[in-house]
């Protein structure tokens, strides 16, 4: 399987951007799933994440600015931001815990090929 991104791109300080993130391929169920952003010349930073059971956690930076969240029907996550500003121009990848098999726990770990998004000020 492998996971494709959509939805980055150029927008104001000020304005929203929503990215989804939809997994492929046959497997049983996804556990995790993360974004992830980039900054140009910085390391690769946690953004959000959600279990599988609803649990979310945010980095301090966008807490209340931005929005995870899932549909595994569609094996999908979103992240819905508002509010952005200059800080938030990064490349970002979404990230999933997949497992393949119902009588497995293991799960692995995949990464989209980012998207990017840009915000001017």
């Known amino acids: 399987g492998h996971l494709v991104e959509s939805g980055g791109g150029l927008v104001q300080a000020g304005g929203s951007l929503r990215l989804s993130c939809a997994a492929s391929g046959s497997f049983f169920q996804i556990n995790a799933m993360r974004w992830y952003r980039q900054p140009p010349g910085e390391e690769r930073e946690l953004v959000t994440d959600i279990t599988r059971a609803g649990s979310i956690t945010y980095a301090e930076s966008v807490k209340g600015r931005f929005t995870i969240s899932r549909d595994d029907a569609k094996n999908t996550v979103y992240l819905e931001m508002n509010s952005l500003n200059s800080e938030d121009t990064a490349v970002y990848y979404c990230?999933?815990?997949?497992?393949?098999?119902?009588?497995?726990?293991?799960?692995?770990?995949?990464w989209g090929q980012g998207t990017q998004v840009t915000v001017s000020s």
């Open positions: 990230n999933m815990d997949v497992r393949a098999y119902r009588l497995s726990s293991y799960a692995r770990t995949y």
